[in-house]
Every structure is written in C-alpha cells, then in structure tokens.
C-alpha cells in the first residue's frame, strides 16, 4: 500500500470524497486538497514520497496551481485522471485515464487502470527486496532433495510389488456329520482351472483278453420273499368270495 494525496479544484470534490472512501477500503492512506491552499503545500510535497493524485475536471483545466502541481512533482508519482477530454499538456511519463464515465463503481477498466498505476508508483517507493543467494541455495537444495525422495519411493515401491509374497491361505474350520468339529482345513484358490485337472496314466497295465471261447454260469431264479406279514385287512380280503387277488406273476421260466 502507498499514501495517496488527491489534489482538485471544488467542482472534483464529491469524486475526490468517492476516491478516497474507495482507495482507504483498500488500505491505501488518502489526503486530499481542494481548491488553491494546494498551492501553499506543493514545496512540502514535493519532499514527500507519496502519489499525487490529479483530477482534471472541467474547472481544473484552467487553474494554474493544478498546472503548477503537474509540472513541479516528479513525473513517476503522478497519477492523473480525467473527467473531460481537455486537459493540459504537461510533461508525463504515463498517459492521463479516462474517467468520464465512471460512476463510482469499484472496478471495470478505469478502476482497473488506476490500481495499475498506483501499484507501479508503490513499486517504485517500496521496491521488492530482492531474494537472497542463501535463501535460492536452500530453495535449490530442497528441490532437490524432494526430487531424489521420490525417485528412491517409487523405486521402493516397485521392488516392493515385484517381490510380494503371495497372500497367506485362510484356515477354516468345517463341520461334519456328527456333533463334533474338526480341525482347521488350508483352503487355497488354485490359479486356474488346469492346476486342478491331473489324469495319472497307469503304464503297461493290463488288459483283459476275450480273444478265446467263454461259457456262462446259469443262475437259479430268485424266488419271492415275504418281505412283511399280512395285515388283518388284507386277511379279510382274501375270505371275500366276490374279490379275488390278483394272480402271482410268475417267472418266464415257470411259464414255460
């Protein structure tokens, strides 16, 4: 932030109020001067290191101690704006802004255009201090520092990946028919289908030779068993006259 003096003649006045109500919000430090007293102050601010603030409105044109201001201040602090296209020629070393139609609003090109040049006057009283070589070595070494730690993280990190261990397998404890529990069983998922599929081939295992003539053993038929004793129902069943059992069926060979 820079200290500000606003110099203008009376009819500039409610604009100077405006500029310095706005430019303090900003934290800049503003006085400002109306009408000739100005001119009684010019050799004091001539010492000074503040921006001096011209506004030249319609009356301001034709006033020499806003002349007098413009011509005696160092060109690098000034700052002009203007509220009519007809202002005096004077030495400058940055173009006059345009004014004419700003209504008081904080921001748009004129706002912009005089928070540019204010900043360039402030530059010029407070220059940036410059970086120190101890501070740049520092900034260097940190760099590159922090470039050789990541580079040894990923390296880490890739051995780290290419030399895992596959993961432990999972123990789990399966029940059984019975009322007791068995042990701990390792359940491993095999890679692929392939590992699981293995066909033992037994070598030189013998054949069965069926080239010479065979006979076969009869054998004697099976004869019905009473796999259970007959009910009193049934019993009765078989006294009734009117309903007769079914027949036996009797093998081919009886038949016969």
């Not at 109500?21 to 503040?50: I, M, N, P, W, Y």
């Not at 397998?169 to 529990?181: C, H, K, L, Q, S």
């Not at 699981?196 to 054949?207: E, Q, V």
Request: proline share 9%; hydrophobic share 40%.
């Amino acid at each position: 932030m820079i200290d500000v003096r606003i110099v203008c003649t009376y009819d500039a006045k409610p604009l100077a109020e405006t500029l310095t109500r706005l430019l303090e919000a900003e934290q800049h430090r503003v006085r400002f001067t109306v009408g000739r007293l100005a001119l009684s102050e010019l050799e004091q601010a001539r010492t000074e290191q503040d921006a001096v603030l011209l506004i030249w409105s319609p009356d301001a044109r034709s006033q020499t101690y806003m002349i007098e201001w413009g011509n005696k201040i160092e060109a690098w602090r000034l700052v002009e704006i203007a509220r009519t296209p007809d202002y005096p020629p004077i030495s400058r070393k940055a173009p006059v802004i345009d004014f004419t139609q700003w209504r008081g609003e904080r921001g748009g090109r004129a706002w912009d255009a005089l928070n540019d040049r204010l900043r360039a006057v402030s530059n010029v009283v407070n220059p940036p201090k410059p970086v120190s070589k101890p501070a740049i070595a520092a900034m260097v070494m940190l760099a590159v520092a922090a470039m050789f730690g990541a580079v040894a993280e990923r390296n880490r990190t890739a051995h780290h990946t290419e030399t895992a261990e596959e993961p432990a397998p999972v123990e789990m404890a399966v029940e059984n028919n019975g009322n007791e529990r068995g042990g701990p069983i390792v359940a491993i998922e095999p890679a692929s289908l392939d590992e699981t599929l293995h066909f033992r081939r037994i070598p030189n295992a013998p054949l069965i030779d069926v080239s010479e003539p065979y006979t076969l053993t009869p054998i004697d038929p099976v004869e019905a068993q009473t796999i259970r004793s007959e009910t009193l129902f049934e019993r009765l069943s078989d006294l009734n006259p009117l309903r007769a059992r079914a027949p036996t069926p009797t093998a081919p060979d009886q038949a016969q």
